[in-house]
């Protein structure tokens, strides 16, 4: 059964260092996702891709935070420098336009900035 | 006021008996509504999507939504421990894909 691949699955690291996760999405889908869920809540969207446009990155602190996905297929989202609120899980979502908004997660990166 | 809202519970069900989620959401043009199951320390699974007035049912599963009231529900029949989780509500925003989650409603199944 095809997954979205995410990696590395946990990561810590000290405040003011920069941290960077992969991800791949199901083959085909073209629109790919980057979440932040912090403990006890629900996810939010960082940035949303469409192909290697981005479609929407309102809620991504671009001060710290960049992504990319350059040939519209896998995606990198970087955090630099980390600051000690940015522990959370990053979660990577695709979907294809036939399955009408459903998105499929990946397992997620625990970051945990110390 | 939140754009998704859920009780955050916990909500708590005898083995066997018919648990009961709900969502409510502010947005009036919102077409798509999912229901997201996540155990401790994993990412989020899609149980059941809805996008029209009224019941649907897989499995164990029904989720019902009432576009009029902006009110969404989620009900799991003989319910089993190994349904505890986490259930997320999320909304379909715009014309982008985007989802609006909840802040999810944590369920224990007790045998």
């Known amino acids: 059964e095809a997954e979205v691949a995410q990696s590395p699955r946990y990561k810590i690291t000290e405040k003011s260092q920069a941290v960077a996760f992969w991800c791949d999405p199901i083959s085909g889908h073209a629109t790919l996702y980057w979440y932040r869920q912090i403990l006890g809540q629900g996810p939010e969207l960082l940035v949303q891709f469409q192909d290697e446009s981005v479609v929407d990155d309102s809620q991504l602190p671009k001060d710290r935070f960049s992504a990319e996905r350059l040939k519209g297929v896998d995606s990198t989202l970087k955090i630099q420098p980390a600051e000690l609120g940015d522990s959370a899980m990053y979660l990577c979502a695709s979907n294809s336009e036939r399955e009408a908004n459903e998105q499929f997660f990946g397992p997620g990166t625990r970051l945990t900035v110390l | 006021q939140k754009e998704v809202e859920q009780n955050s519970g916990p909500l708590s069900v005898p083995e066997g008996a018919i648990a009961s989620l709900n969502c409510t959401y502010s947005d009036r043009v919102s077409q798509s509504f999912f229901w997201y199951r996540q155990y401790s320390g994993k990412s989020p699974e899609l149980i059941m999507s809805?996008?029209?007035?009224g019941d649907k049912e897989d499995g164990r599963f029904t989720a019902q939504l009432n576009k009029a009231s902006q009110y969404v529900s989620l009900l799991i029949r003989d319910s089993q421990p190994s349904d505890s989780a986490t259930y997320l509500c999320a909304v379909g925003s715009g014309n982008t894909g985007k989802l609006i989650f909840g802040q999810g409603t944590t369920l224990q199944v007790k045998p």
């Open positions: 809805i996008y029209s007035n």
